[in-house]
C-alpha cells in the first residue's frame, strides 16, 4: 500500500512539474529562484571552463568594442532621423500649430491603449489633457493626463474601446492629398476603438467606424475633423491630421461594412511622436537626446558560462542577482551592442536571454540604405540562428502595411540592406541600442530579417545590464 | 548521515555541473556543436543504472540542479524533463541490465531526443505565451520555427555513442563510487 501510495504521489508530482513548466506561474518560479539561490556557488566551479575558449571570446570582444564610436553615431542618426519624420511632413498640417516631441517609453501594466511618454522636463507644465498626440502626420490618440512626480505623460490612443474622434472621409485612395483638396462636406463619421468583425487578415488592429453620416461606397481615406466636437479644446490643432484608409471588412447580408486602416503599428511601432498644441504653445520642440549608456544607469557583470547546455537555448548566466539590483527585462549590453535582455533574475544569479535564442522579442527600426525615414519593424521575435553560422539570426516580425513601407526602396524581390536598433516603449530596454546589420525581406506581411551581429554573443566574457533605477553613482568604473 | 554519502552527493552535483557547462561550451555551432553529446543526461541515466532504487529520486534531482546552475532553460522545465529521463530506468531495471553497454546507449538516444523535445515544446509555450498580445507575430513565429528536426537527432545520435563508449567511465568519475550499489547481479538486486 505504502509503495502504490508513493507511486501515486510521485505521478502527481510529476505531472505537476510538467504542467507548470508548461504554463508556468510568476510566484512559483520566483520561489524556485529564491530556494535555488546557492547553485551560485556551483556556476562559479563551472566558470572556468569558459577560458578554453579565451581566444574567441576575445576577438568576439574585440570586433564589438571596434563598432562602438559607429555604433553610437549611428544611433545618434537614427535619433535625428527620428525627430524629423516624427514632425507632421504635410505643410498643411505644421500651420496654426506648434509641436512638442515625446518618446514612448512604456504602457502601464495591462493597459496597451495608454502610452507613457518622456518629454522634456522644461515643458511638462505646457502639456495639458486634450492635446493631440501623432506620429508624423497621422493621429494617433489624445493626452489625458500627466504625472509631475515621475516627469511622465500619458496618451490614450483611439484604439481605447471609449475613445471617440470626429472624422471626415475623403474621396482620395490609395494615396491622401493635400487638405486643399478634399471635398468640403465628405462623409462624416466618428471612429473609437477597435474594430472588433472580421478582419481579413489575422492580427491586423484596425479602428471600428460609427454612425456615418451616408452610406460608405468604396474605400478612401479618413481625416480627424472635430469640427462638431464642441467639447475639443483642442480641436483645432487636431483637425486635418490622417486617421487611416477605410477598408471593407466584410459583406453580410449583400451589405458592406468598413473599418478603418491605420498606417501605424499601435501595438509595437509607436516610438517618437509628437503633442500638438497651438501655434506658438511649444517654444521648441527638441526632445533632448538621452544618454541611455551613463554608467549610473548600468553595473557590469562576468559571465559564467559560455553556451547553454540546451541546444536551442543562446544564453548566458551572470555573476550577479537581484540583489544587486537587476530586474527581468533588463536590457544587456556590449559596448553600444544590445546583447540581449534578463529573462530571470535570481537573487544570486542572472539569466540573459540572447539574440540568438528562438522567442527573443522586442520592438525595433531600422535605418535602411536609400531611405532617409527610419522603418518602424514594430515587434520583432527571433527564429534562432541562421543554419551553421554563429553570428547570423533569423528574426521575424509583421509590419502594418508593407506595401507603403517599402515601395519607395525595394526592387522587385531584393532584400534590403540595414541597420537595426531597439525601439522604446518597453521597461528597461532603451531606444537606439545597436542590434548589428541586417537583410530584409517581405513576404505578404511578414517581414523576415537575418541579423548579422558580427560577433558571436556566446563568447562573451563581460557584459553590462541595465538596472531598474539609476545607482546614483558609478558602476565600478567604466560604461559599457 | 554518513560524511561519505554527503561528499559523494556533492561531487554528483558538481560533476554534473561541469558535464552540462562542458556540453554547452562545446556544442557552440557548426555540425560539431550539433553533435555534442548530452552529457549530464547520460551522466544521469548511467548512475540511476547503478544506484539503489531509494536513491533514484535523488540522482535526477542532484543531476537536474548540476545543469540549471549552468543553463537558462527553466528550473522547472529542467527537473521535470529530468524526472522523466529516469523513468524507464525505475520501469526497467529490475528486467534488464542497463549498465550494458547496449541498453544504456539504447536508453540515452531516447532519453536525449525526449530531453530535446522537451525543451523545445516548453520554449515554444511560453514563447507563444508571451507573444500572445501581438498575433500577427505569434502566428508568422509559429509558421517559421522548424526547430523540432535536424539538431535534436544529431545530439541524440551522438549521446547514443557517447553512452556506448563512456557511459561506465562518467558512472565511475571520482566521488561517485559510494553511490553505487555493491552488489553484482542487477535485476534482482534491483528489487531492493
Not at chain 1, 109 to 122: A, F, K, M
Not at chain 2, 123 to 143: I, Q
Not at chain 2, 161 to 166: G, H, S, V
Request: with cysteine.
Amino acid at each position: 500500500v505504502a509503495s502504490t501510495t508513493h507511486s501515486v504521489l510521485r505521478g502527481l508530482g510529476l505531472a505537476a512539474m510538467l504542467s507548470f513548466a508548461l504554463a508556468p506561474r510568476a510566484s512559483l518560479e520566483r520561489a524556485l529562484d529564491w530556494t535555488l539561490a546557492p547553485l551560485r556557488v556551483v556556476a562559479e566551479v563551472a566558470a572556468p571552463l569558459g577560458w578554453i575558449e579565451i581566444r574567441r571570446t576575445r576577438a568576439s570582444e574585440r570586433a564589438l568594442a571596434e563598432r562602438k564610436l559607429e555604433d553610437v553615431r549611428e544611433r545618434d542618426a537614427l535619433a535625428q532621423a527620428q525627430a524629423h519624420f516624427a514632425l507632421p511632413q504635410d505643410p498643411l498640417l505644421r500651420g496654426g500649430r506648434s509641436f512638442l516631441q515625446a518618446e514612448a517609453i512604456g504602457r502601464p501594466e495591462g493597459q496597451l491603449d495608454i502610452l507613457q511618454l518622456r518629454v522634456p522636463s522644461e515643458a511638462l507644465d505646457r502639456v495639458a489633457p486634450g492635446m493631440p498626440v501623432a506620429s508624423g502626420d497621422v493621429y494617433v490618440g489624445r493626452i489625458e493626463r500627466t504625472d509631475r512626480d515621475r516627469g511622465l505623460v500619458f496618451a490614450r490612443l483611439v484604439t481605447a474601446g471609449d475613445f471617440r474622434v470626429g472624422a471626415r472621409v475623403t474621396e482620395t485612395a490609395p494615396e491622401p492629398q493635400p487638405l486643399s483638396l478634399v471635398p468640403a462636406e465628405g462623409i462624416r463619421l466618428v471612429l473609437g476603438g477597435l474594430d472588433e468583425g472580421p478582419t481579413g487578415r489575422r492580427g491586423d488592429v484596425r479602428l471600428a467606424v460609427r454612425h456615418p453620416s451616408e452610406p460608405i461606397q468604396r474605400q478612401a481615406w479618413v481625416r480627424v475633423d472635430e469640427e462638431r466636437s464642441g467639447a475639443e479644446r483642442y480641436r483645432a490643432q487636431a483637425n486635418g491630421f490622417l486617421l487611416g484608409r477605410l477598408v471593407m471588412r466584410a459583406a453580410e447580408k449583400r451589405s458592406v461594412s468598413f473599418s478603418v486602416e491605420a498606417p501605424v503599428d499601435f501595438r509595437g511601432g509607436l516610438f517618437r511622436l509628437v503633442i500638438v498644441g497651438p501655434a506658438g504653445h511649444f517654444p521648441d520642440p527638441g526632445l533632448e537626446l538621452a544618454d541611455v549608456l551613463a554608467s549610473s544607469d548600468w553595473i557590469a557583470s562576468r559571465t559564467l558560462t559560455r553556451g547553454d547546455p540546451a541546444r536551442l537555448r543562446d544564453s548566458l548566466k551572470l555573476a550577479l542577482g537581484a540583489l544587486n539590483g537587476v530586474e527581468t527585462g533588463a536590457a544587456v549590453v556590449f559596448g553600444a551592442r544590445l546583447v540581449g535582455r534578463v529573462v530571470r533574475a535570481g537573487p544570486l544569479l542572472v539569466d540573459v536571454q540572447l539574440l540568438g535564442e528562438p522567442g527573443f522579442a522586442l520592438p525595433a527600426l531600422a535605418l535602411v540604405e536609400g531611405r532617409e525615414q527610419p522603418l518602424e519593424l514594430g515587434r520583432i521575435v527571433s527564429l534562432g540562428r541562421a543554419q551553421g553560422s554563429r553570428t547570423r539570426i533569423r528574426f521575424v516580425g509583421a509590419l502594418v502595411r508593407p506595401e507603403e513601407s517599402f515601395q519607395s526602396v525595394q526592387g522587385a524581390g531584393d532584400a534590403l540592406r540595414a541597420r537595426v536598433f531597439s525601439g522604446s516603449g518597453e521597461a528597461l530596454l532603451p531606444a537606439g541600442l545597436c542590434l548589428g546589420s541586417a537583410e530584409l525581406s517581405i513576404r505578404g506581411h511578414v517581414l523576415e530579417l537575418v541579423l548579422d551581429t558580427q560577433s558571436d554573443l556566446r563568447d562573451l566574457s563581460r557584459v553590462w545590464v541595465r538596472l531598474g533605477r539609476a545607482v546614483g553613482s558609478d558602476s565600478g568604473g567604466a560604461r559599457p | 548521515v554518513k560524511l561519505d554519502l554527503v561528499l559523494a552527493w556533492l561531487a554528483l552535483l558538481l560533476w554534473a555541473t561541469l558535464a552540462a557547462a562542458a556540453q554547452g561550451a562545446l556544442g557552440h555551432g557548426g555540425w560539431l556543436g550539433r553533435a555534442t553529446p548530452d552529457l549530464c543526461a547520460i551522466l544521469c541515466l548511467a548512475l540511476a543504472a547503478r544506484v539503489d532504487k531509494r536513491d533514484l529520486d535523488r540522482v535526477w534531482i542532484t543531476c537536474a540542479l548540476g545543469r540549471a546552475a549552468v543553463s537558462a532553460e527553466a528550473p522547472l522545465a529542467i527537473l521535470s524533463g529530468m524526472a522523466v529521463l529516469v523513468l524507464p530506468v525505475r520501469w526497467m531495471r529490475s528486467v534488464v541490465d542497463l549498465r550494458a553497454p547496449l541498453a544504456r546507449a539504447l536508453l540515452a538516444g531516447v532519453g536525449c531526443l525526449f530531453l530535446e523535445v522537451w525543451s523545445a515544446w516548453v520554449l515554444r509555450e511560453r514563447t507563444l505565451a508571451a507573444l500572445g498580445a501581438v498575433p500577427a507575430v505569434a502566428e508568422a513565429w509559429s509558421s517559421r520555427a522548424g526547430w523540432f528536426a535536424g539538431g535534436g537527432w544529431a545530439r541524440a545520435l551522438a549521446s547514443t555513442a557517447a553512452a556506448l563508449l563512456l557511459g561506465g567511465a562518467l558512472a565511475s568519475l571520482p566521488g561517485l563510487r559510494s553511490l553505487q550499489r555493491r552488489k553484482t547481479w542487477a535485476p534482482a538486486d534491483s528489487w531492493r
